[in-house]
């Protein structure tokens, strides 16, 4: 098969796959007696069609990169990072201890140092998993997959039997003061009125140009690339394989902290339970879509924000669509985007080629 | 067209067409821009061993596969016996009787070997009926055409050469007629190739037709009746083997003269810069397979380490280059032992000056998905750039000059190494680790997988290095390379020295014998006549006996 030109493998089958999910999509949505048309305008109404349904998107969003990102980085050293819902779920831990011990301080002081500490405690609950790799051969699916668990019984147990202050009847940490949190948009811009996207989303921008510059413009990142492509190449070329595994590792999941950070920090101000909410998995298939590259992440990841946005104005605005089938268009999505992304590229390639091939004969 | 005016030879065979067991007509393909095979015509006769010669590239892979139903021509016609046929799939093309033995076997590992034969040619829903059939019948096939290979046998127990056999037995079995054979020595031990070359003759008395696909050219005078040669997707010329020579073959292939004898002066040895010191080193397995060698290399000289593959060549070069750690003894260069420990000692034997042409490019050598310039820095990247960013620019700069130096083709920078073919990719490894001057280099396998022409620029370009002073560490499992490049012979076996030769006077069944762990007296010169021998080593010693050898150094 002749591989796709460039422009076909980027732009056309991603954008023909997202197109065939909405297809199959809008069938069910007229199975259950609704117009698919309507609800693809209800849907991007709520994205994009007022100011607070605007700034839920781009909330989501900055999750949806944080943990593109995570995935991506490790996917480029060969490693499938599952675990970014656990790491960031950890990273949370850090986020809410070092903003209760500066409870009060200005976000200016704060914002930094939940940055620093999430990172801390995400990037560690991520290593773990990376050494486990690199000097016991246990896979990382499999332990990150665990790590996930692990995580989330953890994180249970500390935030109801430790964190929670006395008197308080629902599972949360005590909450940080307003002028500690991660400040949002809102307070600049009146567009966003209520609104949680916060300054987290231009971290996230920013993380998309890093990792973009470390991944194609450095050393390191030259090294992560050929050890995902050819570890014996890469040992070969005098690159510690063990050593680069634990580092992307631990960079991996300091990536995926920082949905803490928008979320801890910026939204709800303290730490409640399974506050990941599941943006540790849409990571992957950001990532998948994306294909790795920050782009395509930043990309996908608006898809998802407007998927996640839209789809509870659409659960609210046509009661005959209800929360479950709109998780179904999601997972639609994921499943046309990611485990069938390649379905398309066959007939495409032979469509894109034939023209060749017919005046070649001649 | 051409395609009206077939040249002589196709016209004189095209009179008596039912001796042809395979014809191509005007026989076209294109992928995208490149015009892959242009109107080729092709006739081989029924009963004969047909060679096709030709450089990588040159579309003798693609024609074979339009012929065996991997890909269809755009344009033209496949005869088999006479009959024109529209081949859709190899399906297909077995049921004509077309077999195939592919370069890169296509064997289930964990099979035994008769249940590999029977795999897509069950007859029946239940095993056991079918694999009881297939075994007589592979008995007979093994008694008919010398393929002796023990049924019950897992496939990855099995030495590579028994693994081609049984990809044979899988053609024969499918009732094939004609068999094409992909480049079937590529991997083989010279030992092995002789069995091959001894079973094509069989299968040829049985009144099968053979195609022979390789660029190795004794091996075209030693078994072929005719040989065409292709060359940049064209048929150039048919000949009758015995009426043409290798020096006239290579000519066609390349296009130009080619010095198929490697011109070099006296060594002038200096210094040591490489010493290995009692050095043993195990595979991943903890198995020993270099067990306590000791030997030096001086600036100025081409150590050749000869020796039947698997016999701790490998483990010997990636141990020296850093890979590997050592289970005892010390490796120095320029006086300075080398502490490897760890999986980044390769970095530190290159800083030592030390620079790996490793056995395996693809594997090894080099990232199949980075683009040119970026195998072109491959184990020297810390010394593009300050502080963390990669000076992509000097990178650039440097695997362009490599390219334009090396002669690499296409000279593209971003072109995706794995579509470099195998001749160009090995120039781009070998353009790397000398460019940068080392002390000591160490090539295993340098012209493995490469065309002809490319061959004699490498072989050039490794006794330009030593006349430049440089100690040079050569590995190959081609004797002829290791005889004609060497200043000075090691052979090993078994992960122990046994020997030191002079290539000038070293005979080759002496190093033979040396390689086998055998000594002269203990030859055994007729094979065929002898109980069935007990251990693989010595059918291996039957099989490099002389009487078997004569006749095959056409050089």
Do not use: C
Request: proline letters at 4%; zero cysteines; aromatic letters at 6%.
């Amino acid at each position: 098969m002749t591989p796709l030109p460039r422009w076909a493998d980027v732009v056309l089958l991603p954008l023909l796959n997202v197109v065939l999910a909405f297809l199959v999509g809008g069938l069910i949505v007229l199975a259950v007696g609704q117009n698919p048309l309507q609800a693809v305008g209800i849907m991007l109404y709520g994205a994009f069609g007022y100011g607070s349904g605007f700034g839920y998107t781009l909330y989501y969003t900055t999750d949806f990169i944080f943990a593109g990102l995570a995935v991506s980085l490790a996917y480029h050293a060969g490693l499938f990072n599952i675990g970014p819902e656990g790491q960031a779920y950890v990273a949370g831990l850090g986020v809410i201890l070092i903003g209760l011990a500066l409870n009060g301080m200005h976000w200016a002081l704060v914002f930094p140092l939940m940055i620093v500490a999430g990172a801390l405690f995400g990037g560690a609950w991520a290593f773990v998993p990376g050494y486990l790799q690199a000097k016991r051969g246990s896979h990382i699916v499999i332990t990150t997959i665990l790590f996930n668990f692990i995580a989330t019984a953890m994180m249970g147990f500390l935030i109801s039997r430790v964190l929670k202050p006395e008197g308080v009847n629902s599972d949360e940490s005590a909450p940080l003061e307003a002028i500690t949190r991660v400040p949002q948009l809102r307070t600049f811009i009146e567009l966003f009125k209520n609104s949680p996207v916060n300054l987290t989303f231009f971290l996230a921008i920013a993380a998309l140009f890093f990792v973009y510059w470390l991944i194609w413009r450095t050393k390191f990142g030259y090294a992560v690339r050929a050890l995902g492509h050819n570890p014996v190449a890469a040992n070969y070329a005098g690159i510690s394989n063990q050593k680069l595994i634990m580092i992307v590792m631990a960079m991996s999941g300091m990536l995926a902290a920082m949905v803490a950070v928008n979320n801890v920090g910026g939204v709800q101000g303290r730490l409640i339970l399974n506050f990941v909410n599941g943006a540790g998995f849409v990571g992957i298939a950001v990532a998948f879509m994306g294909k790795g590259h920050p782009v395509g992440v930043g990309l996908s990841a608006l898809l998802f924000g407007i998927l996640y946005q839209g789809g509870q104005e659409l659960a609210f605005q046509m009661p005959g669509i209800t929360r479950e089938m709109i998780v179904t268009i999601q997972a639609l999505v994921i499943l046309f985007t990611g485990a069938m992304g390649d379905m398309l590229r066959a007939p495409l390639s032979r469509l894109l080629t034939r023209p060749d091939a017919t005046t070649g004969a001649k | 067209m051409t395609g009206l005016n077939p040249t002589n030879e196709q016209r004189s065979s095209g009179t008596a067409a039912s001796a042809l067991a395979i014809e191509l007509v005007g026989i076209n393909k294109h992928f995208g821009p490149v015009h892959a095979n242009r109107d080729i015509h092709l006739a081989v006769r029924r009963g004969t061993v047909h060679g096709i010669v030709g450089e990588n590239g040159a579309g003798k892979s693609t024609l074979m596969s339009i012929l065996y139903g991997f890909y269809t021509a755009d344009s033209g016609e496949i005869r088999v016996n006479g009959v024109p046929q529209k081949i859709t799939d190899s399906r297909h093309a077995l049921a004509l009787g077309i077999g195939m033995v592919h370069q890169h076997f296509m064997l289930v590992d964990n099979f035994t070997v008769l249940e590999n034969v029977v795999l897509g040619a069950e007859d029946s829903a239940l095993l056991r009926p079918t694999l009881n059939r297939a075994r007589d019948h592979l008995k007979q096939l093994a008694r008919d055409y010398g393929l002796e290979v023990d049924p019950d046998a897992i496939i990855e127990n099995l030495s590579v050469g028994q693994q081609q056999r049984v990809e044979i037995l899988k053609a024969l079995y499918r009732g094939a007629e004609t068999l094409i054979l992909d480049e079937p020595t590529g991997v083989l031990t010279p030992a092995e190739a002789d069995h091959l070359f001894r079973i094509l003759g069989k299968l040829r008395e049985e009144g099968k037709t053979i195609i022979l696909i390789t660029h190795k050219l004794r091996e075209i005078m030693a078994i072929t009746d005719e040989v065409s040669v292709m060359r940049q997707g064209a048929m150039v010329k048919t000949l009758q083997t015995k009426d043409t020579s290798p020096g006239e073959l290579a000519e066609l292939m390349v296009g130009r003269r080619v010095l198929l004898r490697v011109e070099k002066g006296p060594a002038n040895p200096g210094k040591v810069l490489l010493d290995v010191k009692n050095l043993i080193v195990t595979d991943d397995f903890k198995v020993p397979r270099v067990k306590n060698i000791s030997f030096q290399v001086r600036a100025g000289e081409i150590v050749g380490i000869a020796g039947v593959a698997g016999n701790g060549q490998s483990e010997l070069l990636e141990s020296i280059a850093g890979m590997r750690d050592q289970l005892g003894g010390t490796i120095s260069v320029n006086d300075k032992v080398l502490s490897l420990e760890g999986d980044d000692g390769a970095a530190r034997a290159r800083a030592a000056g030390l620079a790996h042409v490793p056995e395996d490019r693809l594997r090894m050598g080099l990232v199949t998905n980075f683009m040119a310039w970026e195998n072109a820095i491959l184990g020297y990247q810390g010394s593009y750039g300050e502080g963390l960013g990669l000076d992509i620019g000097k990178a650039r700069s440097t695997a362009e000059d490599y390219l334009k130096k090396f002669d690499v083709r296409p000279a593209n920078l971003d072109l995706k190494s794995s579509n470099f073919s195998g001749g160009n990719q090995q120039k781009i490894v070998l353009a790397r680790e000398m460019e940068r001057d080392p002390d000591v280099l160490i090539v295993g396998q340098p012209t493995r997988g490469v065309d002809i022409g490319a061959i004699e620029f490498i072989h050039n370009q490794i006794i330009k290095m030593r006349d430049a002073g440089k100690a040079i560490l050569l590995v190959s499992v081609e004797l002829d390379e290791i005889r004609s490049l060497s200043d000075r012979i090691l052979v090993l076996f078994d992960g122990h020295l046994v020997g030191e030769a002079d290539p000038a006077t070293a005979d080759e069944t002496e190093l033979g014998l040396l390689m086998t762990g055998s000594h002269s007296d203990q030859v055994i010169t007729e094979p065929g006549t002898l109980p069935a021998h007990e251990t693989p080593m010595q059918q291996t010693l039957v099989e490099m006996s002389p009487k078997d050898n004569s006749g095959r150094d056409t050089n």
